[in-house]
């Protein structure tokens, strides 16, 4: 009788395991969307570094005793311009949303607000994306809503606009400022 090498057992017993973390993987409540581990925690600190001549952030504003929004954008992303109009709508709605412009040159951003108009009361610029990694933010455009005392309640990947952002964004921001 031929004996089996243990070598040869790895192959399946690999495939088996990546078998069962997918499987884990697809029956999440919501498998494409990745989960952040600042919800419920308090906000983190943005970079100090502001965009040319706007206003810019403190860690105050992160809890200003109402609820703020917290919008990474960049210039250079399509999603985040389709997504402006809600932005300049809410802000004429009073709420207040700090914008974090990430991954972007100063110039077009700057130049971006400037054309299109500004809803932010304070723009952080965190070009090399740091304050980004430490939000947990995996691409523009990514939406916060924070509580008064600045604790993360809820985090939206992609644009605010269609039926996703109906149905699941909107619902949240209501609740939050029914509270």
Known sequence: MAKVSPLMLAPPLIFAGFVVFA?????????????????????????????????????????????????????????????????????????????????????????YLEADGNPFVGVAFDPQGRSAIDWGVTAPPETFILDGDGTVLFRYIGPLVGSDYEHRFVPALTEALSN
């Not at 999440?28 to 308090?42: K, Q, Y």
């Open 23 to 111: 499987g884990i993987g697809m029956f999440r409540d919501n498998p494409n969307e990745l989960p952040s581990t600042r919800l419920g925690g308090p906000a983190p600190a943005l970079t100090e570094a502001t965009l040319a001549d706007f206003r810019g952030v403190t860690d105050g504003d992160l809890a200003r005793g109402e609820v703020t929004l917290v919008n990474f954008w960049a210039s250079w992303c399509p999603p985040c311009r389709a997504e402006h109009p809600k932005l300049l709508e809410m802000a004429a709605d009073g709420i207040p949303i700090i914008g974090v412009n990430f991954r972007d040159s100063e110039g077009p951003a700057a130049g």
